[in-house]
């Protein structure tokens, strides 16, 4: 179904990562996890991804932060980018699209709701 399509996920809660790439792989694409913003940008460079999936909230460089940087970059500001936090606040929620998430869900999110974004970036 997915290709082997690789989908990115960064989150600094090891669960979350663990939780996310289940959902990713039971729908036929190959997760890659990260712990931060340094983490994924380092991952990016060594993987042909095709979506990522990122967390607000994480020490050293956050989702805003990463989303910045991967939209100013000319090999992956192209990239579908699925913000999934548990701020549930619309400043926090127009900050994730104003950064360049192409889609801002709340925690907890289930495999449904994922499978259907995916599907539609994708």
Do not use: H, W
């Amino acid at each position: 179904m997915g290709n082997g399509k690789k989908i990115l996920i960064v989150d600094d809660c090891s669960t979350t990562r663990k939780i996310l790439s289940s959902m990713i792989k039971s729908i036929g694409y190959s997760p890659v996890a990260a712990m931060n913003g340094f983490d994924a940008l380092e991952k990016l460079a060594q993987n042909d991804i095709s979506l990522m999936v990122t967390d607000l909230n994480m020490p050293q460089m956050d989702g805003l932060e990463l989303i910045k940087n991967i939209r100013e970059s000319d090999d992956y500001k192209g990239i579908p980018i699925i913000m999934v936090t548990t701020e549930s606040d619309e400043r926090d929620r127009e900050q994730g699209m104003e950064a360049g998430a192409d889609v801002y869900v709340t925690k907890p999110v289930t495999s449904q709701r994922l499978t259907y974004e995916i599907k539609k970036l994708l």
